[in-house]
């Protein structure tokens, strides 16, 4: 931890909300990330890293330390694996995923529509083959080829031993090229594999 996330727990540690709402600042769009990634719905992630902080607010006393991300990825992690066991959990579309998908909103000036929409259906196909991953190899590779985190975090958020997380990760990236590789024509044209 740095100066500034020390000085930010210590203060929460204490109480202080608005410390706490800066270390929440600080981390909510890995946090969103990991939670889009592992539910694959915007408004489950959303009320996944919600009740997760919720927690670590909560929990913020029993901090020892030394990485606050590992620690705040572990309790997003563990929210979404509950939330996926949850017997009312069912996967829908939303409307606002429907709505987003209808209406295109393009994020730089310099990409053209066309790459936009093929960046969009790329992304699409990934979240259905992470999607398709068994929980354990999702996080696995969510943790360390989304978010970039070492082998060692992703095994001590994931609770596991590093030999594990690597099997896990191996076996996920190996499930992920065999869906793309089926995916075939659906995939956008710049990324299909010629025979």
């Known amino acids: 931890m740095n100066d500034i996330e020390e000085r930010l727990v210590t203060l929460a540690q204490a109480g202080d909300l608005e410390a706490f709402n800066a270390i929440v600042d600080r981390y909510q769009g890995r946090a969103y990330n990991l939670a889009l990634r592992m539910l694959g719905e915007p408004s489950r992630a959303e009320d996944a890293i919600q009740e997760a902080f919720l927690s670590a607010y909560r929990n913020i006393r029993r901090f020892r330390g030394p990485k606050l991300h590992s620690w705040l990825l572990t309790i997003v992690a563990n929210t979404c ?64 080829d989304i978010q970039g985190l070492a082998y060692e975090e992703a095994a001590a958020i994931m609770g596991a031993s590093l030999g594990t997380v690597k099997s896990r990760l191996s076996r996920a990236r190996g499930r992920m090229r065999d869906f793309l590789l089926r995916q075939g024509e659906l995939l956008p044209s710049p990324y299909r594999q010629e025979k």
Do not use: C, K, N
Not at 88 to 99: D, I, K, W, Y
Not at 114 to 128: D, F, K, S
């Open 81 to 144: 694996r509950d939330l996926l066991r949850s017997p009312h959990f069912r996967r829908t579309t939303s409307l606002e995923a429907m709505t987003e998908a209808a209406e295109p909103r393009w994020e730089s000036r310099e990409e053209s529509p066309e790459e936009y929409a093929v960046r969009q259906e790329l992304g699409r196909e990934i979240q259905r083959g992470l999607s398709s991953l068994p929980e354990d190899q999702r996080l696995a590779i969510i943790l360390v």
